[in-house]
């Protein structure tokens, strides 16, 4: 069965270091893929996707993620972390086998300090 | 700005009564999605509709859950009669009708069942 994977519940993180988000996903081929944010109180909302192509790609508010076929990840990263980025993030996959599916996995809380 | 309206944000209700949840997706969008997050499950997938025909309702408890599209401009999710494990929020997402496209998360409504 194809899943999603993030190993990472929660991660905190000082203000302007690195951040690595994971994620893995099961499946034959290479499925599209997805980074959504979710702020407090929100809805989800696209950071970046992939489906081809340049393997980083580059999504809004400073975040790149860079797929890797070797390894089934699409990791999501930022150099400089801002307070603001303090949200729940969701890795997701679209396939399409007979009919189009979608999977999320169960997501990673990001705390910032100060 | 197109976005996905939910109403209502918020429902309490006490347990056995009816809910009813709407949503209105983006204009042009032919593809919509019910989610339920809570903490324990995350975020699920309920049931989703592509030109208003439901294509995959399997993650939604028949007995009581029943989800709609009157028109192309409302999606409606019910339950009925509902119980304090109901108690989530429920998001309607809309797109395109393709695995590879971005969903429009909505608001959400924060159901609390008592």
């Known amino acids: 069965a194809q899943s999603v994977t993030q190993p990472d519940i929660h991660i905190t993180v000082s203000e302007g270091a690195s951040l690595e988000l994971r994620c893995n996903y099961s499946?034959?081929?290479?499925?599209?893929l997805f980074w959504y944010v979710q702020s407090p109180g929100q809805g989800l909302q696209l950071l970046l996707k992939y489906f081809s192509g340049d393997t980083l790609v580059q999504g809004i508010k400073g975040f790149e993620a860079e797929f890797k076929r070797s390894q089934s990840s699409f990791n999501l990263r930022k150099p400089s972390v801002h307070w603001s980025d303090a949200a729940e993030y969701f890795c997701a996959v679209g396939v399409h086998e007979g009919r189009n599916q979608f999977y999320f996995g169960t997501g990673t809380s990001l705390t910032v300090i100060p | 700005d197109a976005r996905v309206t939910q109403t209502p944000r918020d429902k309490v209700t006490e347990m056995g009564q009816e809910v009813t949840m709407r949503c209105q997706p983006i204009?042009?969008?032919?593809?919509v999605f019910w989610y339920r997050q809570t903490m324990m499950q995350g975020l699920e997938l309920l049931a989703y509709f592509r030109n208003r025909a439901p294509l995959d309702d399997s993650g939604m408890p028949k007995d009581r859950f029943s989800a709609e599209m009157p028109d192309a401009t409302l999606a409606t999710l019910k339950i009925q009669p509902s119980e304090p494990r109901d108690s989530a929020v429920y998001f309607c997402?809309?797109?395109?009708?393709?695995?590879?496209?971005?969903?429009?998360f909505g608001p959400g409504t924060r159901l609390t069942v008592l």
């Open positions: 204009l042009g969008h032919n593809t």
């Open positions: 997402a809309s797109g395109l009708a393709g695995a590879r496209d971005e969903q429009f």
């Open positions: 499946y034959g081929a290479t499925p599209y």
